[in-house]
């Protein structure tokens, strides 16, 4: 009788081992997964700056292109609407 | 006679005496040397006399010891690289690429092997050889702790040392676009705003003359649609040419 009990507390023990060594594990692999995955990212994005920061006429173009057609849209209108509102108030 | 039988008495005495005590211990000994190999080198010679009589146990031991050797060399591989790094010398990115993925598959090794080899003593227990497993499954725990502290500051370090390293490309990166984008801007400003102005200016000396005149939308057309033209090419550079979604995370 004793010797039952015994082995049920034994193996009631060694569950609840069990069940907080498997959720310290899983919890261990996922916070390692993600330092490892950030020290890639990391890397990876050192050799994107590094390969960019080679690339600097295309860059320069691009946004030198991009902030042209930006300027012109902006100040043709604006421009456009404000001389527009002029000449309407001394045609009235 | 007697001498003689004395002497020899005494030698056959210490003979005896010293093989029956120094075998065993020697034997002891060599035993102890082959089967505590794996144990001892991975702290976990309470379970040895587990060990010496369950091949698939010395197995699982030897696997674990496998795994944390590999780990544990690619870990100083990892930090070989943060001392280079910091040195200033980044070597090639690509190997340390590829070394960082080998950490991650050896790192995983490992915990399937400390989960398998807990898994195993702990059904050893439950089957009821639980001398010194509670200890070993407390080893492995202990370890694996330790694992995961110097694999998070050793990682920590060479992404601090990666950043570092990245500070001086992205500020160049960075100029460069920004810069760009905003002298580009400049002179899309003075030149958009001229053909309104000018096309205005006609217009108001036109109706000096007569009241009978129009400030046509057409006059921005071609501004705005040569504009949008502008803006879609810089665009489409940036896209194809400067990596799109790579650059916005470089100068991010």
């Given at each position: 009788m004793s010797s039952r009990w015994s082995r049920r507390i034994a193996v009631s023990v060694l569950s609840a081992v069990g069940i907080a060594t498997l959720g310290a594990t899983l919890a261990m692999a996922a916070s390692d997964g993600s330092t490892i995955s950030a020290a890639i990212d990391a890397t990876e994005l050192l050799r994107s700056t590094r390969s960019l920061s080679e690339q600097m006429v295309i860059i320069a173009g691009g946004g030198l292109l991009l902030g042209i057609g930006v300027g012109v849209v902006a100040a043709a209108g604006i421009t456009y609407w404000l001389k527009n509102r002029r000449i309407e108030r001394r045609l009235q | 006679m007697t001498g003689r039988r004395c002497v020899l008495l005494v030698v056959i005495a210490l003979l005896v005496g010293a093989t029956a005590v120094g075998a065993p211990v020697a034997a002891n000994e060599a035993g102890n040397g082959a089967e505590n190999a794996d144990t001892e080198a991975v702290g976990l010679e309470g379970i040895d006399h587990l060990v010496a009589n369950d091949e698939e146990l010395a197995a699982h031991v030897g696997e674990y010891r496998a795994a944390t050797e590999a780990f544990e060399t690619e870990l100083d591989e990892l930090n070989a690289t943060i001392d280079r790094i910091e040195g200033g010398n980044d070597g090639d990115l690509g190997e340390a690429e590829a070394m960082l993925e080998r950490l991650d598959d050896r790192h995983e090794n490992m915990t399937t092997q400390e989960t398998e080899l807990r898994q195993y003593l702990l059904t050893a227990t439950s089957e009821g050889n639980a001398t010194g497993t509670f200890d070993a499954i407390a080893t492995i725990n202990d370890r694996q702790e330790d694992r995961t502290a110097a694999l998070a500051t050793s990682t920590d370090a060479y992404v601090t040392a990666v950043e570092d390293r990245r500070s001086d490309p992205r500020s160049t990166v960075r100029m460069t676009l920004f810069g760009s984008l905003l002298g580009?801007?400049?002179?899309?400003?003075?030149?958009?705003?001229?053909?309104?102005?000018?096309?205005?200016?006609?217009?108001?000396?036109?109706?000096?003359?007569?009241?009978?005149?129009?400030?046509?939308?057409?006059?921005?057309?071609?501004?705005?649609?040569?504009?949008?033209?502008?803006?879609?090419?810089?665009?489409?550079?940036?896209?194809?040419?400067?990596?799109?979604?790579?650059?916005?995370?470089?100068?991010?």
């Open positions: - | 580009g801007l400049v002179v899309g400003i003075v030149a958009g705003a001229a053909v309104p102005i000018v096309a205005a200016k006609r217009v108001s000396e036109k109706m000096k003359l007569s009241r009978d005149v129009s400030y046509d939308r057409k006059v921005v057309l071609i501004p705005v649609l040569v504009g949008i033209a502008l803006a879609l090419a810089g665009i489409a550079v940036l896209i194809v040419l400067g990596g799109g979604a790579e650059l916005l995370e470089v100068v991010r």
